[in-house]
């Protein structure tokens, strides 16, 4: 099993921002290693249609699961050109609402799974100087009301690609921030709104909807698989900073635009 080809991790790939970034991965020749709780139809259409996918199911906060991550990495020849740590949970409760039970969920899905695998990635990464994304969000640098346990994982995970800068020269990594996109999340998000939140906040996503303006996820896809796979990383940016995939230094990394 032992592959030349460049290794690459996809989490939450069974759909919405994650399964479109691995349509795009398909298109090169490699070995992919993605995971999710469930295979809906599309995803199993492209297991089908691809053997160079590992694709894992399972809930990522089992650490069994980064063990047959990295078991797989070694069969394959011990590299990892880049990790999408993309799965995220977004709850929409107020602080006085929300159980210390539903803090630690979130918190070992959005957080430490992917404190877990990057930790046990580091050698394989140093090995092939490969990257580290992450999936972040705005609400990482801006408090709103309903959005606590959320936002305080993506906070946590800037500041993680930060520290993980700063130790590791060899391995490169951003916190991205994806912008409002057209995925199942933001279905619940607007169905969980409903629960007694202000007006405005209601309408703002109500809004977003029905005004066309929420992002293909092919669009954010297409950033993440440029930053894994293009040689050249972009210039002026910085290993470790959180920036938006609308920010004009990724402007060539953005390969497909939303109308
Ligand atoms: N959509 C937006 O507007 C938006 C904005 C800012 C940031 N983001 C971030 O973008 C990333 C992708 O979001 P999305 O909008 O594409 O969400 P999505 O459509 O809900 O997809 C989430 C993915 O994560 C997987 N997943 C969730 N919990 C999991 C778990 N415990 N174990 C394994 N897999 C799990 C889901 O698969 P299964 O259900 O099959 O497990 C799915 O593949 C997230 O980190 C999110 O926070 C999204």
Redesign the pocket.
Known sequence: MASKDPVYII??????????ALKYFVTIPCNIIT??????EELSKILDAHKNIYHFC????DTE?SDIIIETVEKLGGKINAIV??????PILKIQDTPVEVWKRVF???FF?MVDLTQKALPFLRNAKGRVLF?????AVKGKQGWSA?SCS?ASINMFAQVLADEEPDVFTLAI??????????E??REQMKNGFSKEDIELFENYNKEKK??D?KE?ASVLFNLATKEKLPEKCTSGEFISIDDERLASYKTFKSQ
């Open positions: 989490t939450g790939a069974s759909k919405g921002i994650g399964l479109e995971v999710s709780r469930s295979i809906p399972g809930n990522v906060s699961i740590h993309n799965v995220g949970v977004a070992d899905i959005n799974s999936v972040s969000s705005g609400v959320y993506k921030r994806p912008g409002v996109v057209n995925t199942s999340m933001q619940y998000i929420l992002k996820p954010p």
